[in-house]
């Protein structure tokens, strides 16, 4: 069975400004969308406008692998539905994919606890990816680097916690370096941040950045190990009077 | 200048039963704080039903770390006191020690991002807790391991982010594990979190127990690394027209 | 097309001592390449007393993951043998499943760097392994834990690197604790060493421990990331006269 | 008492090429010792074409942390001499400091277990070393990041096992990043990797460099923990008959 996936867009910025609404007419969620399913996923979409955010309990219910992307709007997400995301995430083992500006959603620092923080710049400089860990299954078929011709700068100190592996790191033109693919697993979900994807240049419509989300969505996907079974218990081995 | 310790207790058990009293006259943070004196720290208290709990801005602003036990009033830590600590933590490399059944505390779950749910029993059974990671600072003057004749039991699966680092695990006569010494950094700060300490037991008068956080105290300390600089930046490398 | 697995086992044990000949009639390496077939994989065998110990260049060019089960032999095999398959691991990305005594192996403790050792006891003692981190590949469809009603004690300090991932942690009626399965990724190669196995006891023919290692025969096979391109290169920026 | 250093360097560059003598007329090694004397250390040297390299069994007694510069004679090494080290490290707790090209020699290859090899270019571009993880012991009082005008570039994929902690990560002018400061445990013993110091360059002489070789100093430092105590053991708790 296809691992079903929900991709999540604040949707804003397209909607807003002509210049964005050009590079993604449908969103930068139906571009995403999109490559998914050339890649033989299963995939929905939802967006901050819709009831719920479109982050119903059914529609949780049915995700395997959910995709965020966020920006201007992060305070307007309901603390609610960033619960009920946690929740699944943590306890059932949905997989979460975090892109972009998405690092200072409240799905993020709430899943990481810290700042999420960083420095910008936005003058379309060049980024360059680079692999550094060839051997992690977000590598696969993907060259030494990808290299953006025009991105926003994303910088050091990274204000998240080391993560438990690093697959990719990105060199900026102008002189910063930014650990920029992130690999974490969180109660029985696993969550990976992907850095690039400015709304004003047009990243998700390249075929490695589409590699990677990919290459992701099957690495998050969850893994079906024992269920928790918290609480008290009885003594698996004899005690005696103590 | 001695590193400064600030000793948090809910402080609840022992004023509500003698059983507790007796072990714990003035309570299980003076126990601490009198190991942490003798161990050369400067070490304050503050506990549960003082205002703001004892953790003002001012004392926060004085203690380079802080230690934390909790159990039956998780909730009614206000939630603007946990922000006040995770923002001590995270930004400003306060450290932080998280004792037995805190692992339920706002803070840390906040800290954690995961439910740190567990298994557990209360029947005073042996523990025995195994140093793996012997060349780690908090490991610095044990034996291999520590024996404590009678303890709740915690088992796993204990849902956490897999530690930075995990210098003991813990075994149990009825047939658990536990990873019960686990490092984290957060921010610029630094957590540990260290597993026996049940209050009808007299483990916190435990002299290696006491050891240990006594090690842990001088490893969570504040670094005086770098401090944040987030935001938007100028580039440090030439650009030129984009 | 499936994984092509070589099982390789030192054969030593089976051939001696008609107790364990009874046990694994055909060898240790027939008992977990029959699992590792019934799992769906392409599975061949090879032992210490072939020439080249049965691990030619031929083989291990068709191998995408190694499974070793050595004990009173170790020295026995040739450095050259042992140089290949590291290489094989490292450079090239074939998986490597290291099992229970093989932890001593030459080409375990060169890839680890550190002296492997434990402490050990065969008195036929009862074991429990607990899965610990519910949400990773090789937990999939495993309980909560595994009991081996007799097994030999491994007890810490197991004197490895800290795992990337530590999936499994054992409990021993003796009173020790050790983290049987460990993830390891190493250069293009991924490793996991597994506790169970000890020669006396029928484990390999327990379900359970062959779910664990045809799960993990799926999470250490070679990924397919960019290929090693090591030494002397251009500037992908222009860096002018310096 | 203060903590002993021996700085080992294989000092032949600086007797060969009159470039290079100019730039450490004294040998690297004793550009690095006045700085660790400078930082309070009790520093000895040891050169690669002293009778066992200066690293007597005698010598290595002593030193509480080894520091290693090496470039064209790795193999020149003696094996018997890389064993001894490897065993103060791994099973006594040794600190040991590698840097720059010494990513190739035979004690650093052997304490990975990975080829350790990498991308190189000798330009003289500009290297500069962010601070990633601002809350670790080795940041201690630096800049957000550190600034060589002119240095050798090394790239990514650098073939280590992922550090335990990266700390510093390096952007340089032609377009590369790098793990510029790395972390291990091994055994009882720690390793820091730290990226600069090309001999054509003053870069032992940069104040900011010193400071984090003086920093990992105290970081690498044994830790007093637990000592081993492998092999055969009687049980801790009663086992009956089995």
Same mark, same amino acid.
């Given at each position: 069975?296809?691992?079903?996936?929900?991709?999540?867009?604040?949707?804003?910025?397209?909607?807003?400004?002509?210049?964005?609404?050009?590079?993604?007419?449908?969103?930068?969620?139906?571009?995403?969308?999109?490559?998914?399913?050339?890649?033989?996923?299963?995939?929905?979409?939802?967006?901050?406008?819709?009831?719920?955010?479109?982050?119903?309990?059914?529609?949780?219910?049915?995700?395997?692998?959910?995709?965020?992307?966020?920006?201007?709007?992060? #305070? /307007? !997400?309901?603390?609610?539905?960033?619960?009920? +995301?946690?929740?699944?995430?943590?306890?059932?083992?949905? %997989? $979460?994919?975090?892109?972009?500006?998405?690092?200072?959603?409240?799905?993020?620092?709430?899943?990481?606890?810290?700042?999420?923080?960083?420095?910008? #710049? /936005? !003058?379309?400089?060049?980024?360059?990816?680079? +692999?550094?860990?060839?051997?992690?299954?977000?590598?696969? %078929? $993907?060259?030494?680097?990808?290299?953006?011709?025009?991105?926003?700068?994303?910088?050091?100190?990274?204000?998240?916690?080391?993560?438990?592996?690093?697959?990719?790191?990105?060199?900026?033109?102008?002189?910063?370096?930014?650990?920029?693919?992130?690999?974490?697993?969180? %109660?029985?979900?696993?969550?990976?941040?992907?850095?690039?994807?400015?709304?004003?240049?047009?990243?998700?419509?390249?075929?490695?950045?589409?590699?990677?989300?990919?290459?992701?969505?099957?690495?998050?996907?969850?893994?079906?190990?024992?269920?928790?079974?918290?609480?008290?218990?009885?003594?698996?081995?004899?005690?005696?009077?103590?």
């Amino acid at each position: 069975m296809a691992i079903r996936v929900t991709v999540w867009n604040e949707y804003r910025h397209e909607k807003k400004n002509p210049r964005i609404a050009q590079i993604y007419p449908d969103g930068i969620h139906n571009a995403i969308a999109g490559a998914l399913r050339q890649a033989g996923y299963e995939v929905g979409t939802a967006t901050l406008d819709e009831p719920e955010h479109g982050l119903t309990d059914e529609v949780l219910a049915r995700t395997d692998v959910l995709t965020w992307w966020g920006h201007m709007a992060h #305070r /307007e !997400v309901q603390d609610e539905v960033v619960l009920r +995301v946690q929740r699944r995430v943590v306890a059932e083992g949905m %997989g $979460l994919i975090v892109l972009h500006s998405g690092h200072l959603s409240k799905i993020f620092t709430r899943l990481m606890g810290s700042s999420c923080n960083l420095k910008w #710049r /936005e !003058v379309g400089e060049k980024e360059r990816i680079w +692999v550094v860990e060839t051997g992690h299954p977000i590598a696969q %078929g $993907l060259p030494e680097y990808i290299e953006l011709e025009h991105e926003e700068m994303y910088g050091e100190r990274f204000d998240i916690p080391a993560p438990d592996t690093l697959v990719m790191c990105s060199w900026f033109q102008g002189g910063e370096i930014f650990r920029s693919g992130c690999c974490y697993q969180r %109660g029985r979900g696993r969550i990976f941040y992907f850095r690039p994807g400015h709304e004003t240049y047009p990243t998700y419509h390249n075929s490695l950045v589409q590699k990677v989300i990919a290459n992701a969505v099957a690495w998050v996907a969850p893994v079906g190990g024992p269920a928790n079974n918290f609480g008290k218990k009885q003594p698996l081995e004899p005690i005696g009077e103590r």
